[in-house]
């Protein structure tokens, strides 16, 4: 695992975490790691569900896509 120094944080930001950080009975540093995975993990869903209105989208317009597995697989078998 990485180990991540942030300097010039304001006072304020962190008296916050330290507050919420004995609210929930966690270190400073076990609260700010789980707002950091809980930013990603909300920041990674906020993307998969752009790419599924996205694909969506385009087989609205153009129809689902096939699956070309078979082919590719057919094709390699002929050459090989």
């Known amino acids: 695992?990485?180990?991540v120094?942030?300097?010039?944080?304001?006072d304020w930001v962190v008296g916050w975490f330290r507050s919420q950080a004995k609210k929930h009975g966690h270190s400073l540093e076990g609260e700010l790691r789980q707002a950091?995975?809980?930013t990603v993990q909300r920041r990674k869903q906020e993307i998969a569900a752009d790419l599924r209105q996205d694909l969506k989208q385009l087989e609205e317009k153009f129809g689902r896509f096939s699956d070309s597995t078979a082919a590719i697989r057919e094709d390699r078998d002929r050459r090989g």
């Open 1 to 3: 695992m990485a180990e």
């Open 36 to 38: 950091l995975i809980e």
């Open 5 to 10: 120094r942030v300097r010039k944080v304001e």
